[in-house]
């Protein structure tokens, strides 16, 4: 790990790529992964493709595909990547493929995960301690304001997460320009994600946030939350409390197309 990091940042960031790892591994061990020689060449013929332009698309590049029926692609951040096969079904040719390939890249290459866990230390150590003494200080309403606090949070955090789909956007397709697909595919690869789309908002894993509110001299208090279910979130139900679309991760296919 980079020594421009401290040490507790160091430790942070290593736990998180562990973390995600370990749970990786597992759902290999769980048979949620394909693994075939047909898939992989494909996949290689398609990454040859897109290095071939940029060389600055790094060698060593690792695709795993998913059972996932989800038109997708991931990128976790360390050179390793997962494809889920509903992309073999509903992308119309290699060009598209190669489109969605590309957004991951421009992913791994803008460091956007290890980003992420960055800003995620950051706010667990200075940000959202100092708001939560605030709240503290204050002696009325806690719970709300505590309340207030963690939905603005998530809305942040769901902000910065679609920036980083437009950057990804952006820099993904002057990858593809640069190489032998039609430019247009690109476009038309976000088209077909938006009429496949199968990815829906998460549950809120409140046990994150925990640890954040949770200060020696102020525990968390799981009555804070009681009226509000972050666990099993039902977005649609719920909207006048907290704007679906402000928690979204990444942005509506129509604005990026």
Request: charged share 30%; proline share 2%.
């Amino acid at each position: 790990m980079d020594k421009q990091y401290s040490g507790g940042e160091r430790k942070f960031i290593k736990k998180k790529f562990e973390d995600l790892h370990k749970e990786f591994g597992e759902d290999i061990k769980d048979g949620q992964y394909v693994f075939d020689k047909s898939f992989d060449a494909k996949v290689n013929e398609i990454v040859k493709a897109l290095r071939a332009g940029n060389r600055n698309i790094p060698d060593g590049l690792s695709f795993y595909i998913s059972k996932s029926n989800a038109a997708n692609a991931f990128s976790m951040g360390d050179k390793n990547f997962i494809i889920n096969m509903g992309s073999f079904y509903y992308f119309e040719n290699e060009a598209q493929m190669a489109a969605v390939i590309a957004h991951e890249a421009a992913h791994l290459l803008l460091q956007h995960s290890l980003k992420t866990i960055r800003q995620k230390y950051a706010i667990q150590k200075n940000s959202a301690k100092k708001e939560l003494r605030a709240i503290k200080s204050k002696g009325e309403k806690k719970g709300e304001n505590a309340l207030n606090f963690l939905k603005q949070m998530l809305e942040e955090e769901s902000k910065r997460s679609r920036q980083a789909e437009y950057e990804a956007d952006s820099l993904g397709y002057l990858l593809f320009k640069k190489t032998k697909y039609p430019h247009a595919e690109f476009v038309n690869a976000l088209q077909l994600l938006a009429e496949y789309d199968t990815l829906q908002p998460k549950g809120l894993n409140i046990d994150t946030y925990k640890k954040v509110f949770h200060l020696p001299n102020q525990p968390f208090k799981d009555e804070w939350l009681q009226r509000e279910n972050f666990s099993a979130y039902d977005y649609t139900k719920y909207q006048a409390k907290i704007n679906a679309d402000s928690l979204k991760s990444h942005p509506e296919m129509s604005a990026r197309i």
